[in-house]
C-alpha cells in the first residue's frame, strides 16, 4: 500500500507539480498547443503541457484542477457531449434499438441492460447497467471475449452468453460494423459521418495480430471521427454566434479534454450564455441536416476546473 501511495504521490509531483509551473507565461496563464492532425481519430491532441489528461478520478488528483482558476470577474463552463460515441454508433448504423434509447432519452447502458436482460428500464440494477455499459463500449472498440470477461467480472461461459445476447439484439449494428470493415478491406479507408476518411494500411499486414488490430481501429474509427467531427463543428458553430452576438471578449473557449469543451466567460452571463452554448452544441448535426436523433449536452459552471 505504502508503494502505491508513494508512486500516486511522485506521478502527481513529476508530472503536474514541478512541472506546470514552468510553462505559465507572464500573464499568468498557460498556453498549451492543440494539434489538429494529433491523433487518428481526428480529435485534438495536446502537448507543451498536455492538459487533457489531468487526473480526475483520485481525491489527490483533483486537487491538481484546483490550481486551474478563473480570474475575478470570471466563471468556468464545462459543456461535455453524453455518450457521443453510442450515439454516433447509432446515427451511422440506424440500429432500431439503439436509436429508440437515444430518441427516448434514456440512458444508453440502462437502455442497453433493459434489453438484454429483458427487464423495464426502473428494474435495471447497477450490476446490469454496469455489464451493459463493459458491452457497450467493448463493441465499440473491438474487444474480444477474454476482455469482456474480464470488464465484467464473470466466468468466460457467461461473457459469451452475454456477447452472443448482444449480437441478436442490437444485429443492425452489428450488420453496419461488419460492413465497415468489409469496406476498410477492399478500399483501404473508412469514413466518418460528414466524409471524413482514414486510411487502415494495417488491414494489409501480412501479420495476424497487426490485421486485427487494424480491424479494431477500422470499426471504431467512423464511430470515434464523428464525434470528433462534431465537437469541431461545435466549436465553429459557438464561435460563429459569439462573434455574431459582439462576445468574443466576454466569452472565450479556453480548454478541450475528449468531447468537453471549457469557456472562461464573464460571471453575470453565465447562466444565460450556458443555455445558448448548450444549445447550439446540440444542434450542429440537426441543423445540418444530418440526423434527427437529439445529441445531449451537460454542463456545469465554477471557479475552477475541479468543480466542474
Known amino acids: 500500500a505504502k508503494v502505491i501511495d508513494y508512486r500516486e ?15 505559465v507565461k507572464d500573464d499568468g ?3 498549451a498547443h492543440f494539434v489538429q492532425s494529433g491523433t487518428g481519430t481526428g480529435r485534438f491532441s495536446c502537448e507543451d503541457p498536455n492538459l487533457q489528461n489531468l ?7 483533483q486537487k491538481i484542477r484546483d490550481a486551474f482558476i478563473a480570474p475575478k470577474g470570471k466563471t468556468l463552463l464545462s459543456c461535455d457531449y453524453a455518450q457521443i460515441d453510442l450515439r454516433a454508433a447509432a446515427i451511422l448504423s440506424n440500429d432500431p434499438h439503439l436509436v429508440e434509447i437515444f430518441e427516448k432519452g434514456i ?3 440502462t437502455g442497453t441492460a433493459s434489453r438484454m436482460f429483458g427487464v423495464k428500464e426502473d428494474k435495471v440494477t447497477a450490476d446490469m447497467r ?5 458491452i457497450n463500449f467493448g463493441i465499440l472498440y473491438g474487444m474480444g471475449i ?3 470477461k474480464d470488464g465484467m467480472k464473470v466466468e468466460k461461459k457467461e461473457a459469451q452468453e452475454f456477447y452472443d445476447q448482444y449480437r441478436f439484439t442490437f444485429s443492425r449494428l452489428m450488420e453496419y460494423m461488419e460492413e465497415v470493415k468489409a469496406h476498410a478491406f477492399k478500399e483501404g479507408y473508412t469514413v466518418t459521418l460528414l466524409g471524413r476518411k482514414r486510411r487502415v494500411p494495417l488491414l494489409k499486414s501480412p501479420l495476424p495480430f497487426l490485421r486485427a488490430s487494424g480491424e479494431r481501429i477500422a470499426i471504431n474509427a467512423p464511430m470515434q471521427g464523428t464525434s470528433a467531427d462534431v465537437l469541431k463543428l461545435a466549436i465553429l458553430d459557438v464561435h460563429e454566434y459569439l462573434v455574431k452576438n459582439n462576445l468574443t471578449e466576454k466569452v472565450k473557449l479556453i480548454l478541450q479534454i475528449h468531447d468537453e469543451l471549457v469557456y472562461e466567460l464573464d460571471a453575470d452571463i453565465a447562466e444565460k450564455e450556458k443555455d445558448n452554448i448548450v444549445n447550439i452544441m446540440k444542434n450542429v448535426l440537426s441543423k445540418r441536416k444530418l440526423t434527427t436523433l437529439p ?5 456545469a459552471i465554477g471557479k475552477n476546473l475541479h468543480v466542474i
Open 146 to 148: 477474454n476482455a469482456l
Open 29 to 31: 496563464r498557460i498556453h
Open 55 to 61: 487526473p480526475i478520478k483520485s481525491e489527490r488528483g
Open 9 to 23: 504521490l511522485t506521478k502527481l509531483l513529476s508530472t503536474y507539480i514541478d512541472t506546470l509551473p514552468n510553462y
Open 107 to 109: 440512458d444508453a447502458h
Open 295 to 299: 445529441l445531449e449536452v451537460s454542463s
Open 130 to 134: 454496469r455489464k451493459a455499459k463493459t
